[in-house]
C-alpha cells in the first residue's frame, strides 16, 4: 500500500510539473525540456539547461511556487550539474510544441523552416535572444526564425 | 535573488546536490580554493569586460553574441566561486568574493582584463581565451573534484561555441578588407604576449595537477598552438613575432586596467552591500 501511495503521489508531482510552463519558452513546459531529472514523493531534482541561463533561477521560483499550490510543501527542490543537460533530453511532444511556436527544434540534421518547412535556409547569428537560441532565415518564404541549438 | 521566495532545503543541504564541501580535514583544501579562484576569476573578469560591450557593438547580432557568451562566463564564475567559499568555510559565498574582494586578491590571468579595444581586439582575445578554455576543461571533465568535473563537462560545449564564434571573426577580419586585416593583427599583437600566462606551470597549478584536482596545461600546449595556428592561417595572418610574456595575474600582479574594471563592477554592492533587486 505504501508502494502504491508514493507511486501516485510521484504521478500526481509529475502532473504538476507538466503545467509548469518555462519563463522564456513558455509553450514547452519544464519537464517537456527535461529539466526534471526526477521525482520522488520527497523530491524534485532539476537540472540547469546553460550555465548562465539567467532562467535557472526563475525556473526553481515556478517550480517552488506549483507544488506550494498543490499542496507539496515538503517536497525539497535539488539542482545537479551531472551529468549535463543536453537538448536530446527534449522530448517528442517538446519538439512540436517548439515548432509549432515557431522556434525550429534542436536537431543534428541541418534544420527546416519551422514556418514553411523549406530546408532552404541560412544563419543570421550564432546567438539569438537567448543563449539556448540562434537566429537564422528561410530562404524561401523569407521569414527570420529562432533555431533552438544543438546542444 | 533576494527577490525569490527561499527554497524549502533540509538542514545542512547546499541545494547542490551531488557536490557537499570537503570537510575541514580536506589536506587539499587549500590548494582547491586558490585552484577554484583562478578558475572562477578567468570567467568573472572576460564576463564583465564582455558585458562592456551590451549596447555597444557594430550590430545587433554581435551585440546578442557577446552578451550571451558574457552571460555564459558569468555563470561558470559562479559556480566556480561558489565552491570555493563553500571549501574555504569563512562564510563568504560567491558574491562576496566576485565584490568584495580588492584587486590584489584576484587570480585571473591577465589575458582577460586587458580593455576590450575595437571589435578587432576583443574577438582575438576570445580566441586566444575559449581555444585555451575549451582544452582546459575537456581536461578537467576528469578533476578529483566533482564540481570542478561537473562544471567543465557542461560548460565545455558552451565553451566550444565561443571559441567558433571567435574563430569565425578572427578569419573573417584577418581575411577581410585592408582595414579589417590591420585591426586584427593589432589585436593579435595586443593579446600575444598574454598567452604564456595561461601555461605557466607554478607552485599552486602544480599542485593543483598533482592532486588532481588541476590540469597540466602543458599537456594540451601543443594542441593550442596547433589550433591557434590552423585559424590563423585561414585567417591569412601569420603569429605575431616573439613577444616579451607577461605573467603576474595568477599572483595577483594585475595591469591598472582591472582595478577600473572592479570600480564599475564592484561599486554597487560597495556602496549599498543590503541593497537587493
Redesign the interface.
Known sequence: MVALAQRDETARIWRVLEQVPDPEIPVVSVVDLGIVREVTPERV?IT?T?????AT?AI??DI??ALDAAGC?QV??????????TTDWISEEGRDKLRAYGIAPPSRRPPECPQCGSPDVEE????????CKA?WRCRACLEPFDLF?C? | MASLPPIDLPAGATGEGAFDAPGADDPHRSVRFDYLLRLGDDALILGQRLSEWCGHAPSVEVDLSLANIGLDLIGQATHFLGRAGAVEGEGRDGDALAFRRDVLDFRNCLLVEQPNGDFARTMARQFLFSTWQELLFEHLTASADAAIAAVAAKAVKEVAYHRELASEWVIRLGDGTDDSRRRMIDGLDWTWRFVPELFEMDAIAARAAECGIGADVANFRGDYDRRVRAVLAEATLEPPPGQRPILGGRRGHHSEHLGHLLAAMQFLPRTYPDATW
Not at chain 1, 50 to 54: D, E, K, L, S
Not at chain 1, 124 to 131: A, K, L
Open positions: 531534482l540547469p546553460y550555465t548562465g541561463c539567467p533561477e526553481a521560483r517552488r511556487f510543501r525539497r527542490i535539488e539542482s545537479r550539474l551531472s551529468p549535463p543537460w543570421v547569428s550564432r546567438f539569438g535572444s537567448t543563449p537566429q541549438k546542444h
